[in-house]
């Protein structure tokens, strides 16, 4: 007898078990099973966008130099697809002396990037710029355009002493009309004349005259570096002295000559982020991007630039 209990017992505990088995694989529902996908779905994506965070809106007032304008434009574009949280006001081109004179007047920028060392020089003197965040950027060519339909070939720096050419230069506000004076002045004889008799790299360019001197009457001064190619490619002078990249900017102009480095002072643009900017490192980020990116490099040689 007590064996038949025996096996009576353990026949009901398998019973139970199996009825225990059942009702567990019968809670697991094909509802329930994609309410718990859903949640782990829900986790990954938070783990995702935890991983991808956007950082808070900036807008960046940059204050350019005229010859960087359609590069300016074109690497602003590539860092926003790459940077969505950082849009670009209406970036100020002018020459280099006027932009110091928009910020000695009260204008804000984030940076400032001039076309020499020395509108930058007067940036630092006068508080505009953080000097610590001052670098230089880029290089360039000084040369000598005509129009693209001119029947000139070749004009040398030497040439423009013979008093036969009409030239366009940038007047004292464009650094590339004060690199086209002071190379002027290694002329045989002096073609300007600084005021303080000062001859290549070792005058600004900036005050002096063409009176006395072979170019006298045969002169125009632009405003402008776009101006003074429009000049040459017009045909209202016979040749202009402008740098490389804006022969790639401007079109319409081909280079006869490249000016010898050593008649001038090296042209170089120095960046810096304003003393006064409210994005200080936004604005230190982008410049730091913008000298290193591999894309954004391309294309300021594309248009004729070259990092310092």
């Not at 956007?54 to 960046?60: F, Q």
């Not at 290549?200 to 006298?216: A, H, I, R, W, Y």
């Amino acid at each position: 007898m007590k064996s038949s209990k025996h096996i009576l017992i353990a026949a009901l505990c398998a019973l139970g078990l199996m009825g225990v088995l059942a009702l567990s694989a019968c809670s697991s529902t094909p509802e329930a099973d994609s309410e718990q996908a859903s949640v782990e779905e829900t986790e990954t994506e938070v783990e995702v966008e935890a991983e991808e965070p956007v950082g808070e809106p900036v807008e960046l007032q940059i204050f350019a130099a005229n010859s960087l304008s359609k590069a300016m434009d074109e690497v602003q574009a590539l860092y926003t697809t790459e940077h969505p949280e950082v849009a670009f006001a209406d970036t100020q081109y002018e020459a280099s002396g006027a932009l110091n004179e928009m910020l000695n007047g009260g204008a804000y920028a984030d940076i400032l990037i001039t076309a020499s060392k020395s509108t930058m020089d007067t940036a630092v003197e006068e508080g505009y710029v953080d000097a610590t965040t001052r670098f230089d950027m880029f290089t360039n060519d000084l040369v000598i355009v005509a129009g693209a339909d001119s029947a000139l070939d070749s004009v040398e720096l030497e040439d423009l002493a013979s008093g036969n050419y009409t030239l366009a230069v940038g007047d004292a506000s464009v650094p590339a009309g004060n690199y086209a004076k002071q190379s002027l002045t290694t002329t045989d004889p002096q073609c300007w004349i600084s005021a303080d008799g000062a001859i290549g790299k070792d005058c600004s360019g900036q005050e002096g005259t063409f009176e006395g001197t072979p170019l006298e009457g045969l002169v125009t001064e632009g405003s402008s570096v776009g101006n003074v190619c429009s000049y040459a490619n017009s045909g209202d002078v016979d040749v202009a002295m402008v740098y490389s990249s804006d022969v790639y900017r401007f079109g319409g102009v081909k280079i006869v000559s490249v000016v010898a480095d050593d008649t001038h002072k090296a042209i170089v643009y120095p960046a810096a982020v304003c003393a006064d900017s409210e994005q200080a490192q936004a604005a230190s980020e982008f410049l730091e991007w913008a000298f290193t990116n591999e894309d954004a490099v391309k294309i300021w040689q594309e248009w004729g630039f070259e990092l310092a």
